[in-house]
């Protein structure tokens, strides 16, 4: 079973639609949780960034984290024709040592649609 | 334009040879990782390193090394090359070692091997 499950879509959507993606995880250590997107032929682009549970919004997109489900969603408002990309999921785990290592989600295909 | 620069894009190689990647990060930051993508693993940790010095380790094969120059560049090695090491290999570079620090991509590089 791999630590971090992302449903690995595609989704379909219409220009318009609210989105929402969500990675679910097994390891209560992680502490720190992003979203980073990525479109075809180009690396991941860091979109959101939280700490322990809670939410955070930023223009168009929300993220939120559910310690106790161990469970993280993004929203994206008013999504766009442009937002057609690869969303992944990524968290790192508080250690004793250094080291900032990211687990990462599998992504989700979203296409939106004019 | 995350900042962060690799190259070269593309390198198509065959079995049994020997390619370098490298990767010069963010202005000011000083840690570097590695990571690849394949289509049925998503992105794997390979290595870190801070300021020259490795930090951690992940899945990273024997055949695989990498280091850090003086002038905080990277490098990644990989040798004895196989059918299944064909795979986007991703840089990323945070400004500090310590978990939880937001990492920032590059665009890749694709090798293939023949």
């Known amino acids: 079973q791999k630590e971090v499950e992302q449903d690995p879509g595609p989704l379909s959507v219409p220009e318009g639609a609210i989105v929402s993606l969500n990675c679910t995880y097994s390891?209560?250590?992680?502490?720190?949780f992003m979203w980073y997107r990525q479109y075809s032929r180009k690396g991941p682009e860091l979109l959101m960034y939280?700490?322990?549970?809670g939410n955070k919004e930023d223009g168009r997109f929300t993220a939120q984290v559910d310690k106790s489900s161990k469970y993280i969603s993004l929203f994206i408002r008013d999504s766009q024709p442009s937002d057609s990309a690869t969303y992944l999921c990524?968290?790192?785990?508080?250690?004793?040592?250094?080291?900032?290592?990211?687990?990462f989600g599998t992504g989700t295909r979203l296409q939106v649609t004019l | 334009d995350s900042g962060v620069t690799q190259t070269p894009k593309h390198l198509i190689t065959a079995t049994g040879q020997r390619v370098t990647l490298r990767c010069s990060p963010r202005?000011?930051?000083?840690?570097v990782y590695w990571y690849q993508q394949s289509l049925d693993q998503g992105l794997q940790f390979l290595i870190q390193y801070y300021n020259g010095e490795e930090r951690a380790k992940g899945n990273i094969l024997e055949r695989f090394s990498a280091q850090q120059f003086p002038d905080l560049h990277s490098e990644l090695n990989l040798s004895s090359l196989e059918l299944g090491d064909s795979a986007l290999y991703f840089c990323?570079?945070?400004?500090?070692?310590?978990?939880?620090?937001?990492?920032?991509f590059g665009d890749g590089t694709r090798l293939s091997i023949l």
């Open positions: 202005s000011g930051d000083l840690s």
């Open positions: 990524a968290m790192s785990q508080i250690n004793t040592g250094t080291a900032s290592k990211l687990t």
């Open positions: 390891n209560s250590a992680f502490q720190y």
């Open positions: 990323a570079s945070s400004v500090g070692s310590r978990e939880g620090q937001p990492q920032h």
């Open positions: 939280t700490y322990s549970s």
